[in-house]
C-alpha cells in the first residue's frame, strides 16, 4: 500500500505514528534519490522520539548518535561507501538498545540484519512523495500494520 505525503506536516505525522510504535533495536533502512526527504525523515523521528540536538545527515561521519527521552537514535549515512570494503563495526550499532535508521542501504547490504522495516520514498513533485514500507520479520510485519492502519485512520 503507497501512502501519500503531501506536505511537511504530514512527513512529521508519519514518523510520530511511526516512533509510537518503535522499540529498542528497531532498525529502519530508507531508500529513496537524492532530496527524496530520507534526512528530513530521519529528523522528525528524532524529534518524535526526544532527541534535542540538530540532526543533519551523517554523509563525512557516517554515523552519528543521538540521545533521546527514552531510546538512543542512530543515524548513519551509507551513501560514501558504494565502494567500500572495511568493516565499520556495524553490528555493534545494530545490537546497541536504540533505533538504527539508515540512508542508502543498499551500499551496506551484506552487512544488515535480516529483520527490518525499509521505507521507501518517491519523489512525485516538490512537496508531494509516496511512501512504501517493507517489512522483513514477524516484528516488523506487524509495525508496518499498525502504522499504515494508524494513518489509514486519520
Not at 510520530?16 to 529498542?24: C, G, I, M, Q, T
Not at 510485519?141 to 499504515?148: A, F, K, Q, S, Y
Request: proline share 1%.
Amino acid at each position: 500500500m503507497l501512502i501519500t505525503i503531501h506536505n511537511l506536516d504530514e512527513m512529521k505525522e508519519f514518523a510520530d505514528v511511526l516512533v509510537k510504535n518503535l522499540k529498542s533495536g528497531d532498525l529502519i533502512l530508507l531508500n529513496g534519490d537524492l532530496g527524496a526527504g530520507k534526512t528530513t525523515l530521519t529528523q522528525f523521528i528524532g524529534k518524535a522520539l526526544g532527541v534535542k540536538r540538530t540532526i543533519n545527515s551523517p554523509t563525512f561521519n557516517i554515523i552519528k548518535s543521538y540521545k533521546g527521552n527514552e531510546l538512543k537514535l542512530h543515524h548513519m549515512d551509507c551513501y560514501r561507501l558504494e565502494d567500500h570494503e572495511e568493516d565499520l563495526g556495524f553490528e555493534e550499532y545494530f545490537e546497541d538498545h536504540a533505533v538504527t535508521v539508515i540512508e542508502w542501504s543498499q551500499f551496506i547490504s551484506d552487512l544488515l540484519p535480516y529483520q527490518h522495516l525499509t521505507i521507501n520514498i518517491n519523489v512525485i513533485n516538490e512537496n508531494e512523495r509516496t511512501i512504501m514500507i517493507e517489512a522483513q520479520g514477524a516484528h516488523y510485519e506487524m509495525l508496518r500494520e499498525v502504522v499504515i492502519n494508524e494513518l489509514s485512520a486519520h
